[in-house]
């Protein structure tokens, strides 16, 4: 008859450091190398001793740029701007955004007292607190602005042997009053890290900026 007894010791860790703003406890996504031995005593107290080796990875994801800032935009031309995200790992990243308002710095409130005189009645100044399901729209009364991202959410996959693989998604800013606004996109990764990306953008009824977005439909 064989017995079989376990014995193993904790590999060094060799994850690296992300640029960015990165979502995630850097220890419980900390890429590692764990090895040990299983030993085998035969009946007769021979030892055999079998060397295990585990390799535990975890995706990324990175965004560019790191911010985005919109300027002004107009009432009626919602203004769109593409991010590219990179998983730069060997395994796949499944993640979900999640758009957080914020307050307007003083940069945005600046801004926004110098935007160029309107040339449209008055409107209405800013738009209710709303969020989706998704979390992937947000909004809040003061800021008159309006975020949406799509697709919300989507499977980057690793890399392989090749290059980094990407996706791109557009992030939408929206306006409904003349007043600045600011959001904090997260990117979450499942059992990963993911990453932040600021938001800023300020509402005006100048219609010479009209033309500079794609406009609203009727």
């Not at 021979?46 to 107009?74: E, I, K």
Request: aromatic share 2%; with cysteine.
């Amino acid at each position: 008859a064989l017995g079989a007894a376990a014995g193993s010791a904790a590999g060094a860790s060799i994850g690296s450091a992300a640029a960015g703003n990165v979502i995630g406890s850097a220890a419980l996504h900390q890429d590692m190398e764990l090895s040990g031995a299983l030993v085998v005593t035969a009946a007769n107290g021979q030892q055999q001793r079998l060397p295990l080796l585990a390799s535990v990875l975890h995706p990324t994801l990175t965004a560019s740029p790191a911010s985005l800032d919109f300027g002004y935009v107009h009432t009626s031309a919602p203004h769109p701007i593409e991010l590219l995200l990179t998983n730069p790992t060997r395994v796949d990243a499944t993640w979900h955004a999640k758009l957080v308002m914020l307050p307007a710095t003083s940069q945005d409130v600046a801004a926004s007292d110098t935007s160029p005189p309107s040339t449209s009645k008055a409107r209405p100044a800013g738009v209710g607190l709303a969020a989706s399901s998704a979390g992937a729209a947000a909004s809040s009364a003061d800021s008159a602005v309006k975020f949406t991202v799509q697709p919300v959410s989507g499977v980057v996959p690793g890399r392989g042997l090749g290059m980094p693989k990407t996706q791109r998604i557009v992030v939408t800013c929206a306006a409904s009053g003349s007043r600045p606004g600011a959001a904090e996109l997260r990117l979450l990764v499942a059992h990963g890290a993911g990453c932040c990306v600021r938001l800023a953008g300020c509402g005006t009824f100048d219609e010479a900026r009209e033309h500079l977005s794609v406009l609203k439909d009727m």
